[in-house]
Every structure is written in C-alpha cells, then in structure tokens.
C-alpha cells in the first residue's frame, strides 16, 4: 500500500510498471524523464512509499535524479532499474543509500520480492528511528 513514483522514459516499461503495481496495491504516480520525477516527487513526496527509477534517460539521468530525490527525502527506498549492467553506478549509487537494482526486462516476480525487501527494510529502519526517538524522549 502506498504510492509508487515511476520514473522512466520508456512507455512500456512506465505502462507494465503501472498495471503490475496497482495489481499488487499500490497507487501509482508516473513520470517520463528525471526533471517530471523530480517536481512530482516533490509534489507528493510526504505520499511515497518507493520510487522505481530508470538510470538510463535523456536530459537528467537516474544517478542525477536519485541524488536529488535522496537529497529531499533519504528514507524512501529507491530502486533503480536498467537494461545495462553499470555496476560501477550501481556499486557508487548504493553507498550513498541505493535500496536495490533490478535488472530490465524484469518479472513481476522479481519486482514483487523486490519491493517487498526494501519496504521491510524501510518500516525497520522507521521503528528504529521512532524507538531511539523515544528513548531519547525518556
């Protein structure tokens, strides 16, 4: 549950992304290159359980989108998905709070254990965050 922002400037891939995600629950929002995902993260940003972001695209690649989106708001998972293995973007982008690849074309499988992962991931690391908050509080 929650809203996915997809951003990728292939329209099969935003189209399957979308049917695939509502299909598992999800709302969501999608955007055609990095500047669009970038001002509708923005715009919904307090609403974002995930972004699914393309790091190939003209005008304003992922790895350039993925730090601006960490910048604004750094605990919302972003996967980043490419049908080039650029292990060297993946391995930089992960240090600096990546939450996963996936490899295109990918299954729906791989996307549903993928979102899952990173979503448990997400809800323990805000538990945490809240129970040190509230040992702080004490």
């Known amino acids: 549950e929650g809203t996915v922002l997809v951003v990728d400037d292939e329209e099969l891939v935003r189209h399957f992304a979308r049917e695939t995600l509502e299909g598992f629950g999800f709302d969501v929002l999608l955007a055609a290159g990095g500047m669009e995902g970038v001002r509708l993260f923005r715009e919904h940003a307090d609403d974002l359980a995930c972004v699914l972001l393309d790091l190939r695209m003209p005008e304003m690649d992922g790895a350039e989108v993925f730090r601006e989106l960490h910048r604004l708001r750094p605990e919302i ?62």
């Open 77 to 138: 998972p972003v996967l980043l998905c490419s049908g080039f293995a650029d292990e060297e973007s993946t391995n930089e982008l992960a240090t600096q709070g990546l939450a996963g690849f996936l490899q295109k074309p990918y299954t729906i499988a791989a996307l549903r254990r993928m979102l899952q992962a990173v979503l448990a991931e997400a809800a323990a690391e805000a538990e945490a965050k809240a129970d040190a908050e509230a040992d702080d509080e004490a």
